[in-house]
């Protein structure tokens, strides 16, 4: 297993990078419509695949302890939906980014090096759960901006949530609700996001593998 040396942190920044332009790509559609415009950003950015997780740390038991009885206990089960999300996408960059340095793939990669090393996880049905979390959480979330409760919450705690060490978990909530709020049906969204992301998932999978048998099938 590699290291987390300099260059594991380089590629890892690379890696983080690359998928993020790749969903402003595939999801262009989805972030110039105005009536997408803030569940894109909230989804892609934030929910899928964010850079930067800080309130990771903040674990659900410190939430439970400083909030108790404070907000509407759903908040609480879509927040461990979420760590539950990116705690297995950090994990899955983690040994992206060691299986690139086991063959040799900088930070300085295209299509085609990623999806080796994609493949070379041999864990389809993890990916699946990985897309199957991400789809289960924006549920949640979409569930908790139709609940007057939750905007009653969010209005009561956020300034003690501040004092108490927790600001960034209600934070994120508040921004899922208020990108939210406006859709009433999520369906077409989130169907066209699973469409998209199991065809690409199953293109690379398979195409790849057939890459590799031409190779060792060339003369």
């Known amino acids: 297993m590699a290291t987390k040396t ?3 942190t380089d590629i890892k920044r690379a890696l983080q990078k690359f998928q993020a332009e790749r969903l402003a790509n595939t999801y262009r559609d989805f972030k110039q419509d105005p009536e997408y415009r803030l569940i894109g950003k909230f989804f892609f950015e934030r929910l899928y695949a964010p850079e930067d997780f800080s309130f990771r740390d903040q674990s659900i038991r410190r939430l439970h302890q400083v909030l108790k009885g404070s907000v509407y206990k759903g908040m609480i089960s879509a927040v461990s939906l979420v760590i539950e999300l990116h705690e297995l996408s950090d994990e899955l960059d983690d040994r992206m ?12 990669f295209g299509d085609r090096q990623y999806n080796e090393a994609y493949r070379a996880l041999d864990n389809y049905d993890e990916r699946l759960h990985q897309f199957e979390l991400t789809l289960e959480a924006c549920r949640a979330f979409h569930r908790l901006s139709k609940m007057w409760v939750v905007a009653v919450s969010l209005k009561t705690v956020r300034k ?4 108490l060490g927790v600001a960034s978990i209600l934070d994120f909530v508040h921004e899922g609700y208020v990108a939210l709020q406006t859709i009433d049906d999520i369906d077409y969204f989130l169907d066209t996001v699973n469409e998209r992301e199991l065809a690409r998932h199953e293109a690379i999978w398979y195409e790849t593998a057939r890459d590799n048998e031409k190779e060792g099938n060339r003369p």
């Open 6 to 8: 300099d260059s594991f």
């Open 97 to 108: 980014v060691e299986t690139m340095i086991d063959k040799g793939i900088g930070a300085d």
């Open 160 to 163: 003690a949530a501040r004092l």
